[in-house]
């Protein structure tokens, strides 16, 4: 299996603009898993999925922030209007069930939003 | 809330030295997962441990679910084993909790 793939690796935007990453989860996995990571707060979880279902999104920062699953291999995190507050390495995850599996990361979005 | 912490946050050693990164936590956790993340920026998940110890490689991860305690060991390091080590620890709301990292070189 290829992993959790992501893309893009790397976006620079202006302020204001849309911005919209996107995930792979391993096929068979059914958990997926957004996380933010910047220098000041280190690594956030920011909604998690089970089933295509968000389970929690306590960790999205605001209004602006919206995730998407609309099937098991596929999801989306889009961020409108994007603030330069928002540059961070953004990081997949996803895992097989709910139990005590490991959990597989993507290789990140490192995101700069000037 | 649960508070992740870790230490030290910067560690320098010689290659071959015994290396130990602590983690405790301050709630009940349902699992802890040990992450490295390379140079690069990938993580990858080492261990995930909800009782005991275990093993891979030169690496140990144990755990003291009373103390609410963790820690990773590296035995015989080496300069490719630098990188940053995460700990985060996995509530009853099956989000992680992560610790800030440990900065870890082995200088050859």
């Known amino acids: 299996d290829a992993g959790v793939i992501q893309s893009p690796r790397h976006e620079v935007t202006e302020m204001g603009q849309e911005v919209t990453l996107r995930c792979k989860p391993i096929?068979?996995?059914?958990?997926l898993f957004w996380y933010r990571q910047t220098m000041m707060r280190g690594l956030e979880l920011l909604i998690y999925?089970?089933?295509?279902?968000?389970?929690?999104d306590s960790g999205m920062p605001e209004d602006r922030f919206s995730a998407k699953m609309p099937n098991a291999s596929f999801s989306t995190l889009k961020i409108q209007p994007s603030e330069p507050r928002d540059s961070a390495v953004y990081f997949c995850?996803?895992?097989?069930?709910?139990?005590?599996?490991?959990?597989?990361f993507g290789s990140g979005t490192q995101l700069s939003v000037l | 809330k649960n508070e992740v912490e870790q230490s030290p946050q910067n560690l320098t050693a010689q290659e071959g030295e015994f290396i130990t990164i602590n983690c405790s936590y301050s709630?009940?956790?349902?699992?802890l997962h040990w992450l490295q993340q390379h140079p690069g920026g990938g993580i990858v998940s080492l261990f995930m441990?909800?009782?005991g110890k275990k093993k891979h490689g030169r690496l140990i991860a144990t755990i003291n679910i009373q103390e609410k305690h963790s820690s990773l060991h590296i035995t015989a390091s080496h300069p490719r084993d630098s990188a940053v080590y995460i700990c985060?620890?996995?509530?009853?709301?099956?989000?992680?909790?992560f610790g800030k990292g440990t900065h870890l070189i082995i200088q050859p």
């Open positions: 995850a996803s895992r097989e069930g709910t139990g005590p599996e490991k959990l597989f």
């Open positions: 999925f089970n089933n295509n279902v968000p389970i929690d």
């Open positions: 985060a620890a996995r509530g009853g709301a099956d989000g992680l909790t």
């Open positions: 441990l909800s009782s």
């Open positions: 709630v009940g956790i349902s699992a």
């Open positions: 096929s068979g996995h059914n958990s």
